[in-house]
Nanobody, 124 residues
Framework: VQLQASGGGLVQAGGSLRLSCAASGGTFTSYAMGWFRQAPGKEREFVAGISWRGGNTDYADSVKGRFTISRDNAEKTVHLQMNSLKPEDTAVYSC??????????????????WGQGTLVTVSS
């Protein structure tokens, strides 16, 4: 499975961005999907996850109520709508895929495929 993330950019605090992750190869509905981010000098961290059907989602506490993950299985894409952005949201955002039923979305080693990152910069 190949993953291609897009949609990053520069936005002012309080603004919004919508990230997209397009998948190719493999069977998209076999995979749960996750978004992660890594800020300069920090560890990669979980942002949001979604089940293969889209009926189950989970979010990091830091983004709950501001970010929404969704997926379109027909289009083989997963999106991350980010609202009320804060400077601390600045990071490289990556999407990842893992087999359904692999436990907690937070568990980074369970993700089998990773896309390249897209940079999100939030100015104050």
């Amino acid at each position: 499975v190949q993953l291609q993330a897009s949609g990053g950019g520069l936005v002012q605090a309080g603004g919004s961005l919508r990230l997209s992750c397009a998948a190719s190869g493999g069977t998209f509905t076999s995979y749960a999907m996750g978004w992660f981010r890594q800020a300069p000098g920090k560890e990669r961290e979980f942002v949001a996850g979604i089940s293969w059907r889209g009926g189950n989602t989970d979010y990091a506490d830091s983004v709950k109520g501001r970010f929404t993950i969704s997926r379109d299985n027909a289009e083989k894409t997963v999106h991350l709508q980010m609202n009320s952005l804060k400077p601390e949201d600045t990071a490289v955002y990556s999407c990842a895929a893992r087999a359904s039923g692999s436990g907690s979305y937070y568990d980074i080693p369970t993700y089998l495929y990773w896309g390249q990152g897209t940079l999100v910069t939030v100015s104050s």
